[in-house]
């Protein structure tokens, strides 16, 4: 069973625009990631943030963090082509558990 | 350093074959993991290793073993392949059980 759910599962968006991606949880955890994955490629890291902390910052990332509501949400701002991916949140209780991920588009 | 390393890139399988997937790290990490795809989902883990010479099972092990050869090799075996095992597969590595991982490249496994 995936731990996080992400929303939406697709995002077509302009370059240029502000993207944001929502994350969904069940139970407690030890930090909240989000990875990034190109077609046919490996993930990548993004970003990681703690169950004590609330918002992070990364270049264009910005993480938001809602222990309360089991929540978290990825902001990617002035999108480009470039940034077209699928984009997974992953929760760290014992063992790091993936969501199924945002399909995003970026067209130029 | 060419971080996470696997290998092969693509391979085909009969049912009932046996084949085992090479994964290597050059980033003296302690922890590795084995993870697998299904089309349109996250991953799934299915072994992981915390440390040399211990191995444990994630959510989907079934059908798999792990040999924790050294601190840079991690290698998955299906004993005998199932089509249900058809997916892609992710080695991944980190320097501890709670920080980012870095994956590879996958392996491509289609089961007929």
């Known amino acids: 069973s995936q731990q996080g759910e992400e929303d939406p599962q697709a995002l077509s968006i302009q370059e240029g625009e502000n993207a944001t991606m929502n994350c969904s949880y069940k139970?407690?955890?030890?930090?909240l990631q989000w990875y990034r994955q190109n077609s046919g490629r490996g993930l990548v890291h993004l970003i990681l943030i703690r169950s004590n902390e609330r918002e992070k910052h990364s270049g264009r990332l910005r993480v938001t963090l809602d222990t309360s509501k089991k929540s978290s949400s990825l902001l990617i701002t002035a999108s480009r082509a470039a940034d077209t991916a699928s984009y997974f949140c992953?929760?760290?209780?014992?063992?790091?558990?993936f969501g199924g991920g945002t399909r995003l588009m970026v067209k130029p | 350093n060419a971080g996470v390393t696997q290998t092969p890139k693509f391979q085909v399988l009969k049912t009932g074959q046996s084949m085992t997937l090479q994964c290597a790290q050059d980033?003296?990490?302690?922890?590795m993991y084995w993870y697998r795809q299904d089309p349109g989902m996250g991953l799934r883990l299915i072994y992981y290793s915390a440390s040399e010479g211990t191995t444990d099972k994630g959510e989907v092990p079934n059908g798999y073993n792990v040999s924790r050869l050294n601190k840079r090799e991690f290698s998955l075996r299906l004993e005998s392949a199932a089509p249900s095992q058809t997916s892609v597969y992710f080695c991944a590595s980190s320097e501890a059980g709670l920080g980012e991982q870095y994956f590879g490249p996958g392996t491509r496994l289609t089961v007929t």
């Open positions: 992953a929760t760290l209780g014992n063992m790091l558990t």
């Open positions: 139970t407690s955890i030890n930090n």
């Open positions: 980033m003296n990490h302690n922890s």
